[in-house]
């Protein structure tokens, strides 16, 4: 089996590889880890795997006409089951949807797939009746849950699975990975892997390729227009976030270390600052401390609201306001 570039976990990757390659790949996968490790990834690598018509050390080729449709969204035999609403719950209707389905033959493939993104969406209810289908699965049937932990599934759901744990690569396999993708520079890339513990989500910030070093930029902007600007420049700067919750997150994210460093700096610890140059030294040396705690307070309760689907204009402009504020403007 191939995993493409999928970073890390070389016994994990090695398990799926022999099982899958001796047909023995459990019809029920459970993949467990925080978020941001790949579990989506993974199962989609599976899912893809699985309809592959390359043989099974090949899988998935991604050039077979299974992979490309696969990938695209659009194989019969393949279903991605997403949760719906703030609370991610996967609705009742989804579940019966997915019964009714798995009793139909497939179309292409030996079997039907189904990847459960988000499984902790699934009740206890809906995990019930899931439970006669992967108790007696239709043949070459496969069944995928993404979970943070397998102990938010039934135990029986769990027992009738084979759980997989998915861990954070190393922090230079992690560096080198982001490094690569983004055309960041590697020392900046190796400061995310150990501020994210090499958990490329996170790195990367959900999957905004790129996003991370926007976010920095935009960041440092609205740091120098604190320091220099007027409200306008501040606004002018934070405008890119106005409509771009994940980049708001992030920015945010990336104020808030801004901050960080430079109540670091202002406290003369020798402890490693990120930059000493630029918005991170003029913020140590213009604002006071109880100013800097300000700011980075601010910077903390803008990312917890992006984080919770707070309406990304209103906070742009409610963040704006209160760092001006809090830099004593
Ligand atoms: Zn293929």
Not at 19 to 48: C, D, M, N, Q, Y
Not at 96 to 106: C, E, F, M
Request: proline letters at 5%; charged letters at 25%.
């Amino acid at each position: 089996m191939q995993f493409a570039d999928f970073c890390g976990n070389e016994a994990l990757k090695e398990a799926l590889s022999a099982a899958f390659s001796r047909r023995g790949l459990p019809h029920t996968l459970v993949l467990e880890g925080e978020s941001g490790l790949g579990k989506r990834t993974l199962a989609r690598i599976l899912a893809r795997a699985s309809v592959c018509r390359s043989g099974p050390d090949e899988a998935p080729c991604e050039h077979c006409p299974s992979c490309v449709r696969s990938a695209a969204g659009s194989h019969p035999d393949v279903r991605v089951i997403t949760g719906s609403g703030a609370s991610g719950q996967i609705s009742a209707e989804s579940v019966d949807r997915v019964i009714a389905d798995a009793s139909r033959k497939p179309e292409e493939a030996d079997g039907r797939v189904y990847v459960f993104h988000a499984a902790d969406g699934l009740s206890d209810a809906a995990q019930n009746r899931l439970l006669k289908l992967i108790e007696e699965p239709p043949p070459g049937a496969r069944f995928f849950f993404c979970v943070p932990s397998a102990e938010v599934l039934l135990p029986t759901v769990r027992s009738r699975a084979q759980i997989f744990t998915l861990r954070a690569p190393t922090l230079e396999q992690a560096a080198r990975y982001v490094a690569a993708k983004t055309g960041m520079e590697e020392a900046e890339a190796a400061r995310l892997a150990a501020l994210h513990g090499g958990n490329i989500g996170r790195m990367l910030g959900e999957g905004g390729e790129g996003r991370t070093a926007r976010a920095a930029a935009l960041a440092a902007a609205m740091a120098e227009a604190l320091v220099s600007g007027t409200e306008h420049d501040l606004l002018k700067a934070a405008a890119p976030m106005l409509r771009d919750r994940p980049l708001a997150l992030e920015t945010a994210g990336r104020l808030k270390l801004l901050f960080r460093d430079a109540c670091v700096l202002k406290d003369g610890a020798k402890a490693e600052v990120r930059s000493k140059d630029g918005p991170v030294l003029r913020l140590a040396r213009t604002a006071t401390e109880k100013q800097l705690v300000m700011l980075l307070d601010t910077a903390e309760k803008a990312e917890a609201a992006a984080g919770r689907n707070a309406n990304t204009a209103l906070l742009t402009t409610w963040l704006c306001a209160r760092l001006r504020a809090a830099a004593g403007l």
